[in-house]
């Protein structure tokens, strides 16, 4: 069966630091993988999606950079962390039979 | 980016009651996908519907794919208190799930003692 991981589950970052976090799916190949952000009491933001190796696409303007390494890894990543960029950040991979997220990652930055 | 529109935004009920929440969109989707999220965790995906009057049923979940398809509706049948969470809608451009979703604002179920 087909698992997706995520880490950090919880992250807590100065202003201006620099983000990485990574995301890692199994039991499939060629997946395609998402990165959404979710902001408190509020509905799922779709920031990148990825086709495949090294393929990237940016749905909104930001101060964030997505990549894809290898196959069933993800990579979400900042130079200079703003206030705004905290959130509840999910990663999802998708088949035929629908979208499917990992557990999140909870990054507070002040 | 765009959003469905949900509602109820929030619903009190009482155990053993049944549940209803609707989806709605400006435009037309191809599918359309319901997610319950429980706090701190990701989206779990419920029924994913791909046809335009699909009527579909998951256990006491059932969700129909408006035949406009610009709405979806799920409806929750004898409620239990692990059907307390937030649900999300989310519509997609494709024949399939395989592709990019515009989620819904959530409908938070909570149940009264």
């Known amino acids: 069966s087909q698992t997706i991981h995520q880490w950090p589950a919880t992250l807590v970052q100065p202003v201006g630091s620099p983000l990485s976090l990574e995301c890692t799916v199994e039991?499939?190949?060629?997946?395609?993988l998402y990165w959404y952000r979710q902001a408190a009491g509020r509905g799922l933001q779709l920031l990148f999606y990825?086709?495949?190796?090294?393929?990237i696409s940016s749905e909104v303007p930001q101060n964030l950079s997505a990549s894809r390494p290898q196959d069933r890894q993800f990579i979400l990543s900042s130079k200079k962390l703003l206030l705004s960029d905290s959130g509840f950040y999910l990663c999802?991979?998708?088949?035929?039979?629908?979208?499917?997220f990992g557990p999140g990652t909870r990054l507070t930055v002040l | 980016g765009q959003q469905l529109n949900q509602s109820p935004q929030s619903m009190f009920i009482q155990e053993g009651e049944d549940v209803s929440m609707n989806c709605t969109s400006s435009?037309?989707?191809?599918?359309w996908l319901w997610y319950k999220q429980d706090p701190g965790e990701g989206p779990v995906l419920l029924i994913a519907?791909?046809?335009?009057?699909e009527l579909t049923s998951n256990g006491r979940l059932t969700a129909q794919f408006g035949i406009t398809r610009k709405d979806s509706f799920l409806n929750i049948s004898a409620s239990i208190p692990s059907d307390v969470g937030i649900y999300f809608c989310?519509?997609?451009?494709?024949?399939?799930?395989?592709?990019?979703?515009?989620f819904g604002t959530g409908t938070r179920l909570t149940i009264i003692p």
């Open positions: 435009s037309i989707f191809n599918t």
């Open positions: 039991g499939t190949s060629n997946p395609n």
């Open positions: 989310a519509g997609g451009i494709s024949n399939f799930g395989n592709e990019k979703l515009t």
């Open positions: 990825s086709v495949g190796i090294g393929q």
């Open positions: 999802a991979w998708s088949v035929e039979q629908g979208t499917f």
């Open positions: 519907l791909y046809k335009a009057g």
